[in-house]
């Protein structure tokens, strides 16, 4: 399946392997959320593939870049539901940093959700760092709500991660 949809500012498609510059200097765009998953301001090429390789691997996951006329803007890793596993998940959302605070956040998710409610997906999960209050922030405002609290992975930390959930409504 190719991923690809988009929205009044943003296009949203799959990523390509040679496109990692561009999502690296997203990250390094912002140095506060690279000091809370790895407790350096800056992450490498070779962290990224890792981190790229390593998302890939996981079934129905998808790497999804944000443009904004054709310019890159921002990145989504998704996992969507399967017969396997009914949960679909947005694992990261980064855009950089000058793209942030326009709206292009809250589209992106807006149009993930309408997407798996056409695939039929009743929730979409997704985990946040309990320290980025930014990002609980973001996501409360969008309907998600706590579930649970576990420690878990991120970048190259292990540290406690709220989950939390948006029920969607048809």
Known sequence: MILSFSGKQLVIREMQRAELPYVLDMYNSNPQYNLLRSRTDTMSLSELEAEYHSALAIPHGYWLLLTVKEA????????LSSEHDAKSWVSLLVLHASWQRKGLGTEAVKLFEDFCLLRGTKHIHHGIIAYNEPALLFWGKL?????????APVGQLTQ?????AKW???
């Open 72 to 79: 890159p803007v921002g990145v989504m890793h998704v996992v």
């Open 168 to 170: 969607l409504e048809a």
């Open 160 to 164: 406690p991660v709220l989950l939390v």
């Open 143 to 151: 309907g998600y709500e706590q579930y649970r609290q576990v420690e």
